[in-house]
């Protein structure tokens, strides 16, 4: 058997609300942080906090070999980069250049599409090998079809779970902010917080699934793997009857198979 140590990296999943850090042997995950996305931090406030996760692992910065960022938020991206320049001393790719050149893409304006998005459906079709649609519980719930052939073909977009729950609370009088739990909840609520949990968990299962129906039509030829992924898709996975793959680290996977393809195939 060979000693010779396999490569570590970092992929950076930077979303609206969150940041999920993953230390990754080679393309496998080895473990992941979550933080909150800050626009106005420096990397310099963000070294510390990365030393002391990769102490538990006992890994210097010195043994990273690369980083890749996923990001929808410009700012925070920046921060990484810089980072990844002053402290690790390691080179830096946007995961949206290397996914372009590992999925095609049928849409119109590639520039566009959320970097996240193009992430999920590399992980999602490098697993099943099908068409597929990933549906992403994050800030924003997002719907992206993947051909069987494995291209991206476009998708759909609508608010997310926090994002109602937050604008209830703000744009009424009495309506309190609650917190979506993952328990068994009746459909008829007793107490206005439950009424509002209700209103949400159903309303989201009822729109993710007919989006699903509405979205399978466009695979003439194959019924796609349909997959939960984000923050909150456990909670949502349990209700809904047209979701059957929850994998909430897929993210994570396509940013490994990036790592694969940008940093260990050469």
Not at 66 to 91: D, N, R
Not at 154 to 180: D, E, H, W
């Amino acid at each position: 058997m060979s000693n010779q140590k396999i490569a570590q990296f970092l992929g950076i999943d930077i979303g609206n609300t969150h940041t999920v850090v993953g230390l990754f042997q080679g393309r496998t995950i080895v473990h992941t942080w979550r933080i909150a996305t800050k626009k106005d931090s420096t990397c310099h406030e963000v070294a510390p906090n990365v030393s002391f996760w990769l102490n538990q692992h006992e890994i210097k910065f010195s043994n990273i070999s690369g980083v890749i960022v996923s990001s929808v938020v410009p700012p925070a991206a920046e921060i990484w980069w810089q980072f990844a320049q002053h402290y690790l001393k390691a080179p830096c790719l946007d995961a949206h250049s290397v996914a372009e050149r590992i999925i095609q893409i049928d849409y119109p304006r590639p520039h566009e599409i959320g970097t996240d998005r193009l992430i999920n459906s590399i992980g999602a079709f490098n697993r099943f090998k099908s068409a597929c649609i990933v549906v992403d519980f994050g800030t924003a719930t997002t719907f992206d079809c993947i051909s069987k052939k494995g291209e991206y073909l476009g998708g759909a977009i609508a608010p997310g779970i926090g994002m109602s729950l937050q604008g209830l609370f703000s744009k009424t009088s009495r309506l309190p902010l609650v917190r979506l739990e993952d328990r068994d909840l009746p459909a008829l609520g007793k107490t206005t917080e439950d009424a509002i949990r209700a209103g949400i968990l159903y309303g989201f299962a009822g729109m993710t699934d007919r989006l699903l129906e509405e979205l399978s039509g466009y695979f003439e030829d194959s019924s796609p793997v349909t997959v939960a992924t984000g923050g909150l898709a456990s909670v949502i996975f349990g209700v809904s009857k047209n979701l059957s793959e929850l994998l909430p680290e897929l993210t994570m996977e396509g940013l490994g198979i990036c790592i694969e393809k940008s940093f260990l195939s050469k």
